[in-house]
């Protein structure tokens, strides 16, 4: 997988303190970092024996390198993000990657459209508490019936909080390793997946 970062991440840290607002930032300046769970992610996702193509959807897609693992694997994905910057360069990695056919979403999770997939996958993207109830808006709004969605995590504290929101609202929840393996001890991981499907 050949992945293209941004030409300067202090271009991204500018590009959101100018977009500064009260209370909150539009522009998300780290999106454009290879952070460690995106290729751990990528990796589950390669190695999981998917039994048929799913329309993908990444959320908070940065540069697509989970997105581009479901390519891989046969899968139809959508990126997308808040950045519009993050969701044309992750289309443009995916087209470095040899897949042109893919498409692009921009949109806030206080407001996610009506489009709906059968995968949605994501990477890091359960680090601030606040984003955790509009997250699961996002699901239950995007996620088919039957769908799934997988979310690797670098073994963050606030990932088992939404776990157990999401719990409370009636989604079930499993934890996967990086090698797509059952995690019986998601507390103590360094990563791990969390399947999250509808009751």
């Not at 042109?100 to 995968?119: K, T």
């Not at 699901?139 to 776990?163: H, K, Y």
């Amino acid at each position: 997988m050949t992945i293209r970062l941004p030409a300067s991440q202090d271009e991204l840290l500018e590009e959101a303190i100018c977009s500064e607002q009260p209370a909150q930032l539009i522009k998300d300046p780290y999106w454009g970092t290879l952070w460690e769970a995106a290729p751990k992610t990528a990796g589950a996702i390669l190695r999981d024996a998917w039994k048929r193509k799913l329309n993908t959807l990444e959320l908070g897609c940065g540069l697509g390198v989970p997105g581009i693992a479901a390519l891989i694997k046969g899968h139809d994905v959508t990126f997308s993000d808040r950045s519009t910057a993050a969701v044309d360069l992750s289309i443009a990695n995916a087209r470095l990657n040899g897949f042109d056919e893919a498409r692009g979403l921009v949109f806030d999770w206080n407001n996610p459209p009506a489009d709906q997939f059968e995968l949605i996958v994501a990477s890091d993207i359960l680090y601030d508490l606040e984003s955790h109830e509009p997250l699961l808006m996002t699901l239950q709004t995007m996620l088919t019936a039957t769908g799934v969605a997988w979310i690797g995590d670098p073994g963050r504290a606030n990932s088992l909080c939404f776990a157990e929101l999401a719990r409370q609202n009636d989604w079930y929840i499993d934890t996967l390793d990086e090698f797509a393996q059952s995690n019986p001890q998601p507390v103590h991981a360094k990563f791990r997946i969390l399947v999250i499907k509808r009751h």
